[in-house]
Every structure is written in structure tokens, then in C-alpha cells.
């Protein structure tokens, strides 16, 4: 009996599992969320279509180099447009037990503060090279039009990171993030250790209860504090840097891509920012033709303890 069920394979279900397919179908939402929360919203038309080109002939094999010349290896480096930029105002000079004043008006002029994050890392590009336009066809079925202003969110993903601690964890949204062992200071990963960082967890509807903090600062200090997400961004207003006559058309005129609300906490400082998707009308890279959109991290509020 053994023997032949072994033959015969395993036994298929010829009955339908309606919680299995429920699964499947939220796992492909998670997915697609994250896709856009990364990637952001597709150009009118979707992304265009670039012509097939036949293959270059085979070339025939030539010894590898023993050596490599720094500079002839070195990429070119593309010339970047000076153009205006947006910036929020946000004071980032954090008081003891005290939060710092944000401010949630765009303004369009120089940053008021050198500190970092509260202006954008790269120029903002207004000029020069256009996104590519898509299918014309399948841009008039989704409706493209200007955006409507200022930008808002109705959701957001969250994630947040320690650094300088010997221990810590963050509770949002019934999520815990963090670690029991410590953690090595940011100088470790270099100045730019917050580069890339994206929420993990999406999907969160504004807004669950404040995010809830404990750790042990590098000196022993057993610390805990209460981040309420939802009174830091209770205007529901995206922050950004690039200025309404830059942002690109989209669908029905919203802006369906959610941004990521970002904690860190390190040693005894906590920070609060958000990086949000802002499709742009012109390439942010030149000669790229993916880049299409704004994803620049703004410092939202800082607390020192």
C-alpha cells in the first residue's frame, strides 16, 4: 500500500481552500505595496517601451588582464543641472526631554538649518532632460493630472533601527523592532548609515498608538519614552523636498504611494523621520531614465534624553 501511494505522487486537493487563497492574495498586496513605497508611482502610460535590438556578434576570447588602471576604471561622472530647491523648515537642535518645533508648511527657498537631512542631499532637479512619456493611450484611461496639493497620506510603513545601546526595543502597531544585544554606534556603518532605509512593516492606516520605546543608553542609563506617531503627523501632510511645479501627473491627480515613517533611536537621542516617493517631470539623474522620483529622507523631529 505504501509502496503505491509512493508511485502515484503526492494526493491533490480538488477542493478549493478559500483561507489559502486569502493568504496568497494578502501576500501579493504586501508585495505590491512595498513595490511602490520603493519604486513609486509609474509615469503616465507606464514605463516606456525601449526598441529590441539584435544581439553584437560574439566576440572572440581574449586573456583577463592581470592589472586594472584606477583611472581608466574609474565611471564617468555626469553633470548634475544646479536647479531651485524645496526644503522644510525643521529645527533639528533638540532640548533635554523636549521635542524640537517642526514646521509642516513647504517652503520653496534655502534650508534654515544645516542640519542634515533637513534640505535635500542632491539638488532637486526643475530643468533639463524629461521623464519619457508612456502609451498615450493607456495614460488617458488612468486619468493623469495634476496633483493635488499639498501631498497627503492615508497610510504609511514604519521601521525603526538602535544604534549606541546596549539594548533596545520599539513597539508600533503591535510590531516590536529592535534587539536585546547591543548595538554598535552609526559610525560603524559610515556616514551615510541611514541610506536606503525604508519601512519594513506596511500597510498601517493613520494611526495606530504611540510607539512605545525602552533601552539602556550606552552608559547604563535604563531609558523609556512614548513617540506618538500620530500627533507628530497629525496633518496627514508628506514631507519632501520637491516643489509642486515638479511633481509629475498621476492618476485621478493622488499620490496612492504611502511613505515610510522612520525612528531611530541612538544613545540618548530619538529622531522621527519620513522618505516618501515624489514622481518628478524631469530625470533626477541624467541619462537614467529610471529615475523618475524624489525618495530623500527629512528629519521630522528630534528628542534628546
Known amino acids: ?31 505590491n505595496t512595498r513595490t511602490m513605497e520603493a519604486l513609486g508611482a509609474l509615469p503616465p502610460g507606464g514605463l516606456p517601451i525601449l526598441p529590441k535590438r539584435r544581439p553584437l556578434p560574439r566576440l572572440p576570447e581574449t ?6 588602471d584606477d583611472e581608466e576604471s574609474a565611471m564617468p561622472k555626469l553633470p548634475m543641472q544646479v536647479a531651485a530647491v524645496a526644503s522644510l523648515a525643521l529645527a533639528a537642535c533638540a532640548t533635554p526631554g523636549a521635542a524640537t518645533p517642526t514646521a509642516t508648511q513647504m517652503q520653496e527657498n534655502v534650508p534654515v538649518s544645516s542640519v542634515r537631512y533637513t534640505y535635500p542631499e542632491t539638488p532637486v532637479l526643475t530643468s533639463g532632460e524629461l521623464v519619457p512619456e508612456g502609451d498615450p493611450a493607456i495614460a488617458a484611461k488612468m486619468n493623469y493630472k495634476p496633483v493635488d496639493w499639498p501631498l497627503r497620506f492615508e497610510k504609511h510603513s514604519f521601521s525603526a533601527r538602535c544604534y549606541d545601546t546596549r539594548e ?14 547591543p548595538s554598535p554606534p552609526a559610525s560603524t556603518y559610515g556616514t551615510d548609515y541611514l541610506e536606503g532605509w525604508m519601512g519594513g512593516h506596511g500597510g498601517i492606516r493613520n494611526f495606530p498608538p504611540a510607539a512605545k520605546v525602552s533601552w539602556v543608553s550606552k552608559d547604563g542609563t535604563s531609558l523609556e519614552a512614548e513617540i506618538d506617531i500620530g500627533d507628530i503627523f497629525k496633518d496627514e501632510l508628506i514631507r519632501h523636498f520637491v516643489p509642486k511645479e515638479e511633481v509629475a501627473d498621476l492618476p485621478d ?42 525618495r530623500d529622507l527629512v528629519l521630522v523631529k528630534t528628542y534628546s534624553y
Not at 3 to 31: M, S, T
Not at 169 to 176: F, G, I, S, T
Not at 268 to 290: D, E, W
Request: aromatic share 4%.
Open 1 to 31: 500500500m505504501d509502496d503505491d501511494r509512493k508511485l502515484r505522487g503526492p494526493r491533490v486537493l480538488k477542493v478549493q481552500d478559500p483561507f489559502h487563497d486569502a493568504q496568497l492574495l494578502r501576500d501579493v498586496a504586501i508585495i
Open 63 to 68: 586573456p583577463m588582464p592581470t592589472g586594472r
Open 168 to 181: 533596545c526595543e520599539v513597539v508600533y502597531d503591535n510590531l516590536r523592532h529592535g534587539d536585546a544585544r
Open 253 to 294: 491627480g493622488r499620490n496612492e504611494s504611502p511613505p515610510s515613517i522612520l525612528l531611530e533611536v541612538n544613545d540618548r537621542v530619538i529622531r522621527v523621520y519620513m522618505r516618501a516617493s515624489v514622481p518628478t517631470k524631469h530625470l533626477q539623474n541624467p541619462g537614467n531614465r529610471h529615475s523618475i522620483s524624489r
